[in-house]
């Protein structure tokens, strides 16, 4: 599978497989808009019956989706609480406050776990000049603190404090795959600890394009309103939707490979002096490094010109997502592409 450049950039850089292509051509489309598309329902019943809740909505990109669910949850001119380096709060242009008039009110997490007593304190019923704040976000696994796992037993308790409070919950489960997968932990146990989920089709599973969000009946309605007035009403949509149910049915297994090759790759650049693994070893298929006194875009354009792609993840950090489309051999040429581009850039 080697090619070149080997791309680590992200899990969504991957190709489609010929059985995707082939689901493709041959879907049998309807206009999902008149919600008559059969390859788009059976694609979101069957989401439904993983997370066994009782509907699922297919959207073009997990940041629709989410955005979607704030929408739906959230009022105008309330708060939410999110954590700090969450995607929801740094990738999506402001799109809480943008789309829905929503205002984040951000916590620290240790490895993505936010605090529930902070997060009890900071859900609160409007009073005097004080917002209601009665929406949790969260997101599992966390992007930007190394694909970690957030816990299910964790997840349970957040959730509770949320239903305590009076709050809802929604969960960013871009990469949630990724985190059954680790932990073995069954997809229906994620559907209990939130009123809603977003999962990504074209992150670790590999299809072109597309999410879903799942939740209850009354929700799902909603959000396919929401979906129309944010421009993501499509029609014969199923050419989409097929290549995700082949991903959704034959790539969930394969996950177990992205994680042991980025257990490898943390291995190799941890072996290079004053590199370190600020969000620890990596529990998934993301791995970052922060590289001591070494510029993160410099590290990155010399790791390319070795025929290796990364990104920035800070100043000092690099990131690193493996995925179906990297092999063993990519992961050695980039533990040699990374050595050898500390030296260099160290060099000045």
């Known amino acids: 599978m080697a090619h070149t450049p080997a791309d680590f950039r992200s899990d969504t850089v991957t190709r489609p497989t010929a059985a995707m292509r082939r689901a493709m ?92 007593d902070a997060v009890r304190a900071t859900l609160r019923p409007a009073g005097g000049f004080r917002p209601r704040c009665g929406l949790l976000l969260l997101e599992n696994t966390h992007n930007f ?65 597309g999410s879903l969000l799942v939740g209850d009946a009354a929700f799902v309605a909603k959000a396919r309103e929401a979906r129309k007035l944010l421009g993501g ?4 949509v199923g050419v989409l939707a097929a290549p995700g149910l082949v991903a959704l049915r034959t790539h969930r297994a394969r996950l177990v490979d992205d994680h042991r090759r980025a257990r490898r790759l943390a291995d190799g650049f941890l072996a290079a002096p004053g590199v370190t693994a600020p969000t620890g070893p990596p529990d998934t298929n993301i791995v970052i490094v922060r590289t001591e006194d070494v ?22 950090r690099v990131r690193f997502v493996t995925h179906y489309d990297v092999d063993d051999d990519d992961v050695a040429a980039a533990v040699g592409a990374f050595g050898e581009a500390v030296a260099e850039v160290r060099r000045g």
């Open 145 to 209: 603190h190394g694909g970690a796992v957030v816990p299910i037993d964790h997840l349970r308790t957040l959730f509770a404090v949320a239903r305590e409070r009076g709050a809802q919950v929604h969960l960013d489960g871009a990469r949630l795959w990724n985190a059954a997968v680790a932990t073995g932990t069954a997809l229906a146990e994620y559907g209990a600890v939130a009123d809603s989920l977003c999962v990504c089709l074209s992150k670790g599973l590999g299809a072109p394009a």
């Open 295 to 316: 510029d993160a875009k410099a590290l990155c354009d010399a790791i390319a010109r070795r025929g290796v792609l990364a990104l920035p993840a800070g100043p000092d």
């Open 25 to 116: 051509a041959e879907a049998v489309v309807g206009d999902d808009v008149f919600g008559e598309d059969p390859t788009v329902k059976e694609l979101e019943g069957e989401a439904a019956h993983l997370f066994r809740r009782e509907a699922a909505l297919f959207v073009p990109t997990g940041c629709m989706g989410n955005q979607i669910a704030a929408r739906v949850h959230g009022r105008p001119g309330e708060e939410v609480v999110v954590e700090a380096t969450a995607h929801m709060v740094d990738w999506e242009l402001a799109g809480l406050a943008a789309l829905s008039g929503l205002q984040a009110r951000t916590l620290p997490s240790a490895r993505g776990c936010l605090d529930p």
């Open 233 to 236: 009403g499509m029609r014969q």
